[in-house]
């Protein structure tokens, strides 16, 4: 995708109106319009990145030293029992826009978002080949 289609660079350029709710040089905050729950937030850095390891370090770094930041604005000004924070990198893992964000999402007791983890146990030496294949690509 490119910068000119992206939604998220057309809410940074102002062409398309959000629900701000931080902004800096670099980072953009604002409530999600399709939200899981009240006060759903997306962190995005203002600069366009389609996925999460093509996003300079440095970058991400400012991103994430105002993540926690929102995250207790978001947590605090919901009044919610816990939140998620979630960077969906793919079509495969969820990323409907093509543009690094981050999600927070707020959480409370029963609200049904996420009630279902399908975790599984991996075979008998799998862990450590699977361990292994990403130790060699680092």
């Not at 939604?7 to 629900?19: L, R």
């Not at 729950?37 to 994430?64: A, F, N, Q, R, W």
């Not at 793919?90 to 978002?113: C, K, M, T, Y």
């Amino acid at each position: 995708m490119s910068k000119e289609d992206c939604i998220f660079c057309k809410i940074v350029a102002g062409q398309i109106p959000s629900t701000k709710i931080f902004e800096d040089d670099t980072v953009l905050a604002f409530l999600d319009v399709g939200p899981l729950s009240d006060g759903h937030t997306l962190v995005i850095p203002k600069e366009h990145y389609e996925k999460l390891h093509e996003c300079p370090s440095e970058l991400l770094g400012k991103v994430g030293s105002k993540l926690n930041k929102i995250a207790k604005a978001v947590s605090d000004g919901t009044g919610c029992e816990g939140y998620n924070v979630l960077c969906n990198t793919g079509r495969a893992s969820g990323q409907l826009v093509e543009h690094v964000h981050f999600h927070i999402i707020p959480r409370n007791s029963g609200d049904g978002v996420f009630d279902r983890w399908p975790a599984k146990q991996y075979p008998d030496g799998k862990i450590e080949t699977i361990a292994e294949k990403i130790r060699e690509k680092l």
